[in-house]
């Protein structure tokens, strides 16, 4: 069992930046790829990003030279530089690990 906790979500201006984190514990051996999905309101949960252990990343198309996935091995974090905010990009952004195991989920909202 992994625990996923996110942290970084807020209110930003669009053409604004966040950057979201996300720490692991618990059976983080099996966290060979972790990623980021994100849901808007009405809509279903869509893949952000993800990255393996070995740094090879996927992104969604549209967000594709905005955001920027990484993760610290180490630290057993990863985290979600997110540039050039549009507010399409406003939803609760999930932190997630193969099971699937999820974080419990945080807002970002662009609005002007």
């Known amino acids: 069992q992994v625990q996923l906790v996110e942290s970084g979500g807020g209110l930003v201006q669009p053409g604004g930046s966040l950057r979201l984190s996300c720490a692991a514990s618990g059976s983080i051996f099996s966290l060979y790829v972790m990623g980021w999905y994100r849901q808007a309101p009405g809509k279903q949960r869509d893949l952000v990003a993800t990255?393996?252990?070995?740094?090879?990343?996927k992104y969604a198309d549209s967000v594709k030279g905005r955001f920027t996935i990484s993760r610290d091995n180490a630290e057993n974090t990863v985290s979600l530089q997110m540039n050039s905010l549009k507010p399409e990009d406003t939803a609760v952004y999930y932190c997630?690990?193969?099971?699937?195991?999820w974080g419990q989920g945080t807002q970002v909202t662009v609005s002007s």
């Open positions: 990255i393996t252990n070995g740094g090879y990343t």
């Open positions: 997630w690990g193969p099971g699937p195991s």
